[in-house]
């Protein structure tokens, strides 16, 4: 019973990720963005960027330097913004004004996570 289910379902969520396909690449061309190409700046830029800060609080608790760590992080988290920004076009001014907004955000955010007050642990 599930599987005849399953199988009647599947033709159509297959229609449904070639339209979804199809869309992406569409609008990919309409802004001159490779989706292929922003999607893997996507994926190893939120990688970096954890490592990045995951470094960066091991620095804050052995009280060596950050600076450098939170440029890194910052680079690796804007990258695949930075690739939207230059290399498309007719981009709408929302895409840009959101893009600023998470920036400022997650600044904040990051900035408020890093520089609160751990209580110690009772062990």
């Not at 297959?14 to 979804?20: A, D, Q, S, V, W």
């Not at 994926?43 to 060596?64: R, Y």
């Amino acid at each position: 019973m599930v599987i005849t289910a399953l199988f009647a379902i599947l033709p159509m969520m297959m229609e449904y990720l070639t339209m979804l396909k199809d869309w992406v690449i569409e609008l990919g061309e309409k802004h001159s963005v490779d989706p292929l190409v922003l999607g893997s700046l996507y994926l190893v830029s939120k990688l970096s960027f954890f490592t990045f800060i995951g470094f960066l609080l091991k620095n804050l608790k052995d009280k060596k330097p950050i600076l450098t760590l939170i440029l890194f992080a910052a680079a690796s988290f804007s990258l695949p913004y930075m690739y939207l920004i230059i290399a498309g076009r007719n981009i709408p001014f929302w895409v840009y004004l959101f893009i600023v907004v998470m920036f400022f955000y997650g600044g904040f955010t990051i900035y408020k996570k890093v520089t609160e007050k751990v209580p110690p642990a009772n062990v």
